[in-house]
């Protein structure tokens, strides 16, 4: 059973597309021709990696792992457990995480954790959005597409109860 919901659209596919190519740009100059592991966290994170990763011309291989938050669902409790781990070991490997968004930080902390234990030679952070004056930890986002109001969204990899996750923008339910 679902309920139809008005959505805002809040960033448009082509605004979407246009700063995926400028980010893929950055990150074609900093890496040069260095080969990179990049890792998406599912299942937000989908969409989003895969455009972006069609624009990076590095040699990649893509990895993914899933996080599973404990206690209340509408919000972070900044206590996540490894779902689903890598693949590969990144020992020594130049990864890019890729988020779709970063809220309170406590997710996108908890994961950079666990990765730098696997000791990469770098490790740098890719988000798509991240919701203004909500961040309860300091991240150091290297590459941010969109800073928004603090408002939920979804589309573009983003969901609300596992739907939206297809649509070609970022819209406000
Ligand atoms: P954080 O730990 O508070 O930074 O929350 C990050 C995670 O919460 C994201 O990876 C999303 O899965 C989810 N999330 C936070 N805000 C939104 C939103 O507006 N729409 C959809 N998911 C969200
Ligand atoms: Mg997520």
Do not use: H, W
């Not at 040069?32 to 990696?49: A, E, H, Q, W, Y």
């Not at 972006?52 to 990895?63: F, K, S, V, Y």
Request: charged letters at 25%; hydrophobic letters at 40%; aromatic letters at 8%.
């Amino acid at each position: 059973m679902s309920t139809k919901r008005k959505l805002k659209i809040l960033i448009s596919t082509e605004k979407l597309q246009a700063r995926i190519r400028e980010l893929a740009d950055e990150i074609n100059k900093a890496y040069k021709n260095r080969s990179l592991v990049v890792v998406g966290v599912l299942k937000g994170s989908f969409i989003f990696m895969a455009d972006l990763t069609r624009l990076i011309q590095c040699p990649l291989t893509c990895d993914f792992l899933r996080v599973a938050s404990y206690g209340n669902r509408t919000y972070s409790s900044g206590s996540v457990r490894i779902e689903f781990d890598l693949t590969q070991p990144i020992k020594g490997r130049n990864v890019l995480l890729v988020e779709d968004i970063i809220d309170t930080g406590l997710t996108a902390k908890c994961v950079i954790e666990n990765l730098l234990t696997k000791k990469p030679c770098s490790l740098k952070i890719c988000a798509l959005l991240k919701k203004r004056g909500r961040e309860k930890v300091k991240i150091k986002i290297d590459y941010l597409g969109f800073t928004i109001p603090n408002k939920f969204v979804v589309g573009y990899g983003l969901d609300f109860r596992g739907r939206y996750r297809n649509l070609p923008y970022i819209a406000v339910v």
